[in-house]
């Protein structure tokens, strides 16, 4: 089984309480997204692995370390996951991004992919899929789906606020995966929205309501 890490450092658990608030206007709720993404990027981002150098500075050589191997592309699940990209892009600037369109039939709760966009080399980067919300599952399973059939397979699917429900379908679904969420919330409403979570993530971040 993947790792399931809730990331309660106090920087991300102050910075998540501000965009629960109802009255937190567009531009804010984008910031803090964003800002709340690097903070988690810096601890999704502890193994990757590492190459020794030699440097030349000034006053002699260092025996250094530089990331090797696999590199990184984020995939957004949109369009909330748009809002968490530039937040890893400022830690992580040689990222690809890849894009796969996802939206959930409100009735049914059921996801339907609309569009997939991906870095050709993707087989070979480790990927973070990154969407706000991990409600039921269905979206973030048939995004990650939709990624192991072109040939990924070092996955981690970064959120900020995840149901119970959702962890362990993801978890059934893709056992291989990690899952760093900013909080673990409580359950779902009978609409499939996250109980309290912050509502609807991309409506929210776009002002689409
Ligand atoms: O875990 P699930 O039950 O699948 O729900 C989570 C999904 O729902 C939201 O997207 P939505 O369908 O609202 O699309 P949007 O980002 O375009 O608003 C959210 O951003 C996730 O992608
Ligand atoms: O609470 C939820 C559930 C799904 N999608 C959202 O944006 N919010
Ligand atoms: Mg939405």
């Given at each position: 089984m993947g790792k399931f890490q809730v990331m309660d450092h106090p920087l991300i658990q102050h910075k998540l309480s501000?965009?629960?608030?109802k009255n937190c206007g567009t531009k804010e709720f984008r910031e803090i997204v964003n800002e709340i993404a690097t903070l988690m990027a810096f601890e999704v981002?502890?193994?990757?692995?590492?190459?020794?150098?030699d440097i030349e500075t000034p006053e002699g050589i260092a025996h250094a370390k530089q990331?090797?191997?696999?590199?990184?592309?984020i995939v957004p699940i949109l369009r909330a996951g748009i809002g968490m990209v530039d937040g890893i892009l400022d830690l992580i600037p040689a990222a690809k991004v890849g894009h796969i369109g996802m939206y959930r039939d409100e009735m049914t709760l059921e996801p339907?992919?609309?569009?997939?966009?991906?870095p050709s080399d993707i087989d070979q980067r480790q990927i973070f899929v990154?969407?706000?919300?991990?409600?039921?599952?269905?979206?973030?399973i048939m995004a990650i789906d939709a990624l192991k059939k072109r040939g990924a397979s070092n996955i981690k699917f970064v959120c900020l606020v995840a149901a119970p429900e959702g962890v362990k379908a993801l978890q059934k679904a893709h056992?291989?995966?990690?899952?760093?969420?900013a909080a673990l919330?409580?359950?779902?409403?009978?609409?499939?929205?996250?109980?309290?979570?912050l509502g609807d993530a991309g409506d929210r971040l776009f002002g689409t309501k």
């Open positions: 501000l965009i629960r608030d981002s502890r193994d990757m692995p590492l190459e020794d150098v990331i090797s191997g696999k590199k990184v592309a339907h992919e609309y569009f997939v966009k991906l990154v969407d706000p919300m991990l409600a039921t599952g269905g979206s973030s056992p291989d995966v990690d899952i760093y969420t919330d409580e359950k779902l409403n009978d609409k499939g929205y996250i109980v309290p979570g």
